[in-house]
């Protein structure tokens, strides 16, 4: 597996990814899910985010885009005020009032579960391999390069698992679950997942 930090030249193949990836994941389907059935605003959506992470060199591809990782060192900031002012222009735009007032309310249940979490971490925005490469395990290798390079550093990790069917897999990389929410428009779950340095379990929540 060849493993590159995205440049900005890169960020476009990295949302699209990430927005074919996610086309059906049962959180964000649902979510940025339109009356009039269209999905061409999805890749937009998730370049907000791989910009805002980009800024501090933490989005990474293997394999030429096969498989991304979207990541925050400890304390860094999302979005960013721009990011989040274009964020808003972004969800007036494209999608319907009520589909914009239970985003950030879905918003706010992620900040919070993630606020219960030690400020001293690395956070697994997104983790996406692309439809054509599925099966290969292109996106373990991926994360298991990433997690080592946060060990090396020793900053332990959090993500939040949107999928359940991804859940053994985060599992298998040292994560364990430690929380759990539900999305807003449907009662999809969501789990909170942490890794202590080395995927040892969870000392660095309980102490």
Sequence with gaps: ???????QADLEAVSRTIARAFATDPVWAVALARPDGQTDHHESYWRLFVEGAAAHGTVFLADGGAAVSVWLPPGADELGAAGRRELER?????????????MHELYDRF???RSSVPAEHAYLSLLATH???RGRGIGQDLLAADLLDWDLRRIPAYLESTNP??????????FVPIGAFTAIRDPAPIT?????IGGSGTAGIRG
């Design 131 to 133: 439809p054509d490469h």
């Design 165 to 174: 069917g991804n859940d053994h897999r985060y599992m298998r990389a040292g």
């Design 90 to 102: 972004y969800l007036d735009e494209a999608l319907d009032p009520a589909a914009v007032v239970a």
């Design 192 to 196: 909170a997942m942490w890794r202590d």
């Design 111 to 113: 900040e919070a579960s």
């Design 1 to 7: 597996m060849e493993r590159i930090i995205a440049k």
